[in-house]
């Protein structure tokens, strides 16, 4: 009887555990109280100025390694 009294005893336990982890919050919020999916100020007035640094960091980026692959053939001659 202590065997079935026990293991009733960690089904009710292992149960409490989930349902006291399982939580959902709420939308993290800025201090000021808006929204925001970026981790930065979306530049409002500046558009043309971002999209043309957005393009430079990444066009730099993935021309690297093609950069680095001509360099490489070049160096061995062929």
Known sequence: MSLA?????AVR???AVFRRQLHANGAV???HGEYHH???AWPHDKKASFALKLTAYL???FAIPFIAG???LKKGGA
């Open 13 to 15: 336990a292992h149960s």
């Open 70 to 72: 001509a360099y490489q």
């Open 59 to 61: 066009g730099i980026g």
């Open 29 to 31: 919020r800025s201090p």
């Open 38 to 40: 970026l981790p930065f």
């Open 5 to 9: 009294l026990a293991s009733r005893s």
